[in-house]
Nanobody
Framework: VQLQASGGGLVQAGGSLRLSCIVP????????MGWYRQAPGKERVLVAT???????NYADSVKGRFTISRDNAKNTVYLQMNNLKPEDTAVYYC??????????WGQGTQVTVSS
């Protein structure tokens, strides 16, 4: 069982990327999902969440620029990232929000924003 995040890359400041994450298992559609990121030398932090029915929440640092969404039929969660800033540079991961439900962390996807 492994989470598969993809869609990262190198972009200039102000650019956009769309991340995708396939989540294995049958409980995906019923649970809160989150996108997390870990910058070099820093702890992993939660940046966006979405409930099973689509209610969303965002960290202040990304509010108004990032949009989380999900497709329950495809067991996939997305993160649309617009107006990217150099401080958004990090490895991005998806996982359940509830710690007891978390799956092993996958490799994540690297996002690098140049100034």
């Amino acid at each position: 069982v492994q989470l598969q995040a993809s869609g990262g890359g190198l972009v200039q400041a102000g650019g956009s990327l769309r991340l995708s994450c396939i989540v294995p298992g049958s409980r995906f559609r019923f649970n809160h999902m989150g996108w997390y990121r870990q910058a070099p030398g820093k702890e992993r932090v939660l940046v966006a969440t979405i409930t099973g029915i689509g209610s969303t929440n965002y960290a202040d640092s990304v509010k108004g620029r990032f949009t989380i969404s999900r497709d329950n039929a495809k067991n996939t969660v997305y993160l649309q990232m617009n107006n990217l800033k150099p401080e958004d540079t990090a490895v991005y991961y998806c996982n359940y929000v509830s710690v007891p439900k978390m799956l092993p962390w996958g490799q994540g996807t690297q996002v690098t924003v140049s100034s």
